[in-house]
T-cell receptor, first 110, second 108 residues
């Protein structure tokens, strides 16, 4: 079984819809992260959490929110999706030194 | 200026070639450094950490120059399976900052 899982793997939605991307990890790490990847821009940090009671904004948090439901679960929400949120989204967990990524969610906002 | 900048690529090389990737970072307080590998739109995976003394893992050699804020990755005897995007990554306060990646294509 994968250490970091993401659901859904692919999602098509319409402008204005609310959607949630979910992430679970079995590695037992306290730290979890959400990134988005766009061609030519690399991975950019959206939100991160160092433990269950800790939530921090990353580089590009506008338009997103997160919830850390448990040590193993960290979900990302788009309250009102817009087309420029079309991207590949990765969840990750890890120590300060190494991060392990989920397989990614491809999101298309029409 | 981006916090982590890499050679734009793509690099197209024949099998057996030696190829070098360069990376610079802007924050001198950066604590640790890595190279990640990402296969076509899959998740990034840690390739190796980078130490000031330089470190080697088989055909891969990584170097760090803190004074110049420069990181490098050398791949010797390239294999077809080395084709991927290589991401230069810097740790700042527990957050990883990624370069945009350099694409490598190894041809027969």
């Amino acid at each position: 079984d994968a250490d970091v899982t993401q659901t859904p793997r692919n999602r098509i939605t319409k402008t204005g819809k609310r959607i949630m991307l979910e992430c679970s990890q079995t590695k037992g790490h306290d730290r979890m992260y959400w990134y988005r990847q766009d061609p030519g821009l690399g991975l950019r940090l959206i939100y991160y959490s160092f433990d269950v009671k800790d939530i921090n904004k990353g580089e590009i948090s506008d338009g997103y929110s997160v919830s850390r439901q448990a040590q193993a679960k960290f979900s990302l929400s788009l309250e009102s999706a817009i087309p420029n949120q079309t991207a590949l989204y990765f969840c990750a967990t890890g120590s300060q030194e190494t991060q392990y990524f989920g397989p990614g969610t491809r999101l298309l906002v029409l | 200026r981006k916090e982590v900048e890499q050679d734009p690529g793509p690099f197209n090389v024949p099998e057996g070639a030696t190829v070098a990737f360069n990376c610079t970072y802007s924050n001198s307080a950066s604590q640790s450094f890595f190279w990640y590998r990402q296969d076509c739109r899959k998740e990034p995976k840690l390739l190796m950490s980078v130490y000031s003394s330089g470190n080697e893992d088989g055909r891969f050699t990584a170097q760090l120059n803190r004074a110049s804020q420069y990181i490098s990755l050398l791949i010797r005897d390239s294999k077809l399976s080395d084709s991927a995007t290589y991401l230069c990554v810097v740790n700042q306060g527990g957050k990883l900052i990624f370069g945009q990646g350099t694409e490598l294509s190894v041809k027969p």
